[in-house]
């Protein structure tokens, strides 16, 4: 268990980390860089000045407007920035102050970019999954429950599972049911949650996506054709692996085994 000073540090890290990726989710689909200009406001295109960009407190300070032309701000980049802080307190708690945490960490918050890209643009951007993919499998040498074997496999079944399902969909239907971005996103998941975190990841994408979708589409009054982006479900499913999966499985396995 991690002392609460180490928690709340991580948690303040987690802030900061947060507001970068609301500048990341904002201009990566744009082609913008994430370094220059600094951050400015929508409405008036006013730079945001330091002390107006301190994740929460500024936003809440301001009542969630711009100080120079009061037009309001999402309270999604609070909220981003909150998540973001979590993870990082929950990543400590779970792994402890190590680099598997800091490894564990840094997927997080791609995937969190990713889920939020993906629910604006319907993308998910090359620039990150693509990288991603040598970078997590480099980083799962630094993590002791992943094997290079595992890992491999992990890219390849990750890949190559969707590629299969994407493919099958096209040839049945004529249409393309599921986007490369997807294939390539589950690629980058298996380097670093191997190829048992795919078959997790997939499973759990799948029943909360459908979960979702229906109730989407009940609430939308039947509309079959509305699209549901599958990314932020894998992404969930990923996320979920890193914290539960191992024992989530073993608790599944456990019952199969029990006689009725």
Not at 80 to 94: H, S
Not at 214 to 237: E, T
Request: charge should be positive; aromatic fraction near 14%; proline fraction near 6%.
């Amino acid at each position: 268990m991690i002392d609460f000073p180490i928690g709340f540090i991580a948690f303040l890290f987690g802030l900061a980390i947060g507001s970068f990726l609301n500048v990341c989710i904002h201009r990566i689909p744009l082609s913008q860089s994430i370094v220059t200009p600094r951050s400015r406001c929508p409405g008036c295109g006013q730079p945001i000045r330091s002390i107006d960009n301190i994740p929460l407190i500024s936003y809440t300070v301001l009542g969630g407007k711009c100080r120079t032309c009061r037009t309001p701000i999402s309270l999604r980049y609070p909220f981003v920035e909150l998540l973001t802080g979590l993870f990082a307190a929950a990543a400590v708690w779970r792994f402890g102050f190590n680099i598997t945490a800091l490894v564990h960490y840094a997927f997080i918050c791609v995937l969190i970019a990713i889920t939020f890209i993906d629910i604006d643009h319907r993308i998910i951007p090359d620039m990150i999954s693509l990288p991603g993919i040598p970078v997590f499998f480099f980083a799962s040498l630094l993590v002791p429950t992943i094997t290079i074997k595992a890992s491999i496999l992990g890219i390849l079944i990750g890949g190559g599972s969707l590629f299969a399902v994407a493919w099958g969909y096209y040839l049945l239907t004529g249409n393309e049911g599921m986007g490369g971005g997807d294939i390539k996103l589950l690629a980058m998941m298996g380097a670093l949650i191997g190829w048992k975190g795919v078959l997790f990841t997939i499973f759990a994408g799948s029943a909360t996506g459908t979960l979702v979708g229906i109730s989407v589409m009940l609430y939308q009054r039947g509309n079959m054709k509305l699209a549901v982006p599958f990314g932020p479900f894998l992404a969930l499913g990923g996320i979920l692996y890193l914290f539960l999966g191992p024992e989530i499985m073993e608790w599944y396995f456990n019952l199969m085994k029990t006689p009725y």
